[in-house]
């Protein structure tokens, strides 16, 4: 057996959880003392000992993942996941020995759970259709919640709308634009994006700010600003636009997929000066590779609901038992009118999606050739980002910031930059301390960005990738990432 101390030093209560780390590998022992774990389970197990920082996540205080090779077979390879944060003592005894029990079945807690999907790759799990659904009924959640999505952040704001950020942002552009034209290469139209624009508070920030600064500095670059405005959400949209209203000659709305927006900008291609997302690349799909023992794994994950929160929401919602994946099937592909209106429908959802849990397994890959490799990078990347993590790993394949990282560049003007701000792995070796996500922020997914992959992808396009740290509030886990172009 294999421990994995996977929380670092300094870790939020860290005397506390060093208490129940040592209460844990105690009870642990005890069993194997007892003779309570199957010995030809002990060689390949590991456990894992976290730290979810995530208040709502999607994991139970101690769970198993099983490997299988490709065609479903089983492996010896098997893993017991805790949460020190969400375990409590009183249970290290019985969670351990069902989660061992469980390992010598075929699937682990069958009959106690509510299975909503079927195994699959991260990135094509039912979450994402929540995480799409809140962003396109946002207005619903937040009135059932009592609360903007906003507030649900760590900090209770977003890191968008730090008015000091976004001012010195405006400084820095202001001073390109400034350098462009001194050199008489500056266009006409004066082309910046955000994508992803939330509430709509960055933008009216920036663009006052720049608005102003240019009045200052008698410029004349404000009247040619096309400031334009993409999300998926047209609710979202729509609210942004209320917030810049007052800008409204310099600002165009557009829905847009954030994977791609060179599809709905291909017009602009080599155009746009500045391009910003805060916070959005955390919340698009990803895979994640596990190493063990030199070997590969693709995580795949199934969502389910376990069997007593099913039970009190079929209840509380009049929803048979049996019926309920349907129903929730149904709330993700029509939206909560299905369950009734009045809010009625928007409290089912939410108690879904508190509930909603992901098994996972571990699924050996035979060579690096069968990893699900974002777009932008090819297999010399991966042997690359492998040879510099640690042996034991698990790791994001951002693939959705990595699409959307590609699709983004062309849009670029040659002095152009894009400036991300968000949760980013910046090397491989920061997987070991901590844990990176899933968690869940009122309706949406978040997870952290990898940020070694964005690095590559961004030198094969032919631009450096650099991180800062965002450095506005103190103990922000936020870094802005920016472009500059490769000689
Ligand atoms: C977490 S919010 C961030 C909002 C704002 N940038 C902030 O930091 O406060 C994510 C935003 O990205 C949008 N979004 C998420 N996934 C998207 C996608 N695939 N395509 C376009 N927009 C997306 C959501 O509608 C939402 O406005």
Known sequence: MILHVNHTVGSPGSAALSERASELVRTLLDLVGEGRVDPRLLPALRVHLDWVQYRANFREPVTVRRATDARGQPLALAEIAVD?????????????????????????????????????????????????????????????????????????????????????????????????????????????????????????????????????????????????????????????????????????VLAMEALNPFRTLSFLRYKILYIHLTNVYDNLPYDELVRRDGRLYLVEARAYLAKEAAERIAADFGVGLTGLAR???????????????????????????????LEERLVALDDLAQAPLPPGLDQSHLEDLLAEAPEDVRFHLSRGAAESFVNTLPLLHPRGYLQVQDIFVTSMDEYRHGFRGPGKLDGSVVSWVNGALLRAVGARAGYDVHFAPFRYRPASRTSILYTTQRD
Do not use: C
Not at 144 to 169: I, M, Y
Not at 330 to 340: S, Y
Not at 343 to 353: I, Q, Y
């Open 327 to 357: 129903t929730v099937s149904r709330l993700l592909e029509v939206g909560p009118d299905v369950i009734g209106d009045g809010g009625r429908g928007a409290a089912f959802w939410r108690a879904v999606w508190e509930a909603v849990r």
């Open 84 to 252: 020190l944060r969400q375990a409590e003592p009183s249970r290290f005894r019985d969670e351990l020995l069902r989660a061992l029990v469980s390992m010598t079945r075929d699937s682990a807690d069958e009959g106690a759970r509510v299975w909503l999907d079927d195994f699959a790759p991260v990135r094509d799990s039912l979450i994402w259709q929540f995480n799409r659904l809140f962003w396109q009924r946002l207005g619903e959640w937040e009135r059932e919640a009592g609360r903007g999505f906003e507030e649900a952040l760590p900090s209770g704001r977003s890191d968008a709308n730090h008015p000091q950020a976004v001012a010195d942002t405006v400084a820095d552009f202001w001073t390109l634009l400034r350098d462009v034209d001194k050199r008489g290469q500056l266009p006409p139209e004066i082309f910046a994006l955000e994508i992803g624009v939330g509430s709509g508070i960055r933008a009216a920030l920036w663009l006052d700010r720049f608005k102003a600064l240019d009045e200052e500095r008698g410029t004349g670059y404000y009247p040619r600003l096309r400031f334009l405005l993409g999300d998926y959400s047209v609710p979202t949209l729509d609210r942004a636009m209320a917030t810049v209203v007052h800008h409204r000659d310099a600002v165009s």
